[in-house]
């Protein structure tokens, strides 16, 4: 995996904050300023309405100078603030500020020049060394406007407290920069990194390495999606083996009937069997056949089952359904001197499911039990009603399974190192058509084994659904 999608997000970071400082830098600026002037012109202009309204009152006394004076001084309470009293004509009576202005006439004085507005910006035509923001109101008399008090605050002082909150601004959106560095660190640590190695472990994967496994901690969603592709490389690997073993096994298993039937034939042609043998060799090609038409017919049932073809479903007597199966062993459990031992807790058991494929079932295992029994024993089958469930036990005499083997008995093909000597016409095919079969009825089977005593498999049938009258 290249870099990209790192280059990818450094831009981003980069592009996020440039647009950012400009936004700060065009509109952030105006704005602070904008809101400044506006702040320090209504404050002024509420403190020289307050101050002219109070001297206009005539309870208190003659309007004064000295008094005016005195008394502006101990009012003002805010800082850098100055202020001009100027009557009508705009000679300048009082002034507060940097220079001595008192006596001076502001030329062309209009009180009326500000258009209205409670604050604006101007240096009294020229009185003032810089610019200020000013505020006046009248004072009055007899409804008559005796002067007028103007107070005003250098432009100069706004601009270096604009300066100073700007500075605070830039400051702290350099520190937020900083700080967002540690997104980096999150982002490489806890995400790039680790899709880098997701990344490589699919590389891997797609080239068939699936003993490849990708290590990423942290219990995260990356881990989970880690140990996912982990899952599902080692479920693929299993498959790949499953599928090499099958194919073997097919093989194998055509292989033997075929190199059988081959041999006689050759040896029938040129003349190895005598014509007055031919009938009994004639009769083992046929034999030979017939395994291979069993092998054929158990592939097909499988692929049916593997496809989830449907279930034909209908109520039949279990009871009546294992007697009939029982009796297609007659001629086997005679040479074996075996019989059977049918114990069912109902004379009628009516389950509801696929009559032939749960008649296969049962052939299928009693097979088993009958090729695996001991001579001279007994073969248990069992019947019982639980509950919606009805329980069925197969119980036999026989060499039993090894436990390591226990766990692999449903896998196709799959025959224990024990049957290989018993079972030669066996296709290993049979147990799993039966697993797939009562999977295929969402009900369980299950079996236990002891090496040289027997075999139990018990599973179970959905009961035939009772209807009230």
Known sequence: MGKRLFI????????FFLFGFLFLYFYGEKSIGQNLYQREGQELYSEATRLANFYSKEENGALSLDRLSKEMEGNIHRSNVEWTLVDKDGKILQHKGKDNLSGKIVSDFDPTENGGKIAFRGNLHGLLPEEHILAQAPIQRNYQNLAYLILHKSVAGIEQEKAMLFSIFYRGFLAVAVLSLSIF????????????KITAGAV??????????????GGDEMSYLADTLNFMAEEIQKSDDYQRQFIANVSHDFRSPLTSIKGYLEAMLDGTIPKEAEEKYLLRLISETERLS?????????????QGSSLNRSNFDL???IREVCASFEMQCQKKKLGFSLVF???KQMVNGDYPKIQQVFYNLLDNAVKFSKEDSEIQIRTEQKGTKVLVGIKDQGIGI?????G???????KTDISRGKDKAGTGLGLAIVKSIITAHEENIDCVSTEGVGTEFSFSLPAMERVEE
Do not use: C
């Not at 891997?204 to 901690?217: C, D, K, N, T």
């Open 8 to 15: 990818k997000f450094i831009i981003t970071y980069l592009l």
């Open 185 to 196: 660190f999150v982002f490489y640590f806890w995400v790039y990194r680790p899709l880098g």
């Open 204 to 217: 891997h994967y797609a080239a068939g390495e699936y003993l490849y496994r990708i290590s990423v901690g």
């Open 294 to 306: 069993k092998l054929t017919q158990s592939m097909l049932s499988l692929n049916k089952l593997d």
């Open 319 to 321: 009871n009546r359904m």
């Open 345 to 347: 807790a109902e004379k």
């Open 402 to 406: 090894p436990k390591k083997d226990l």
């Open 408 to 414: 692999k008995i449903w896998e196709r093909f799959y």
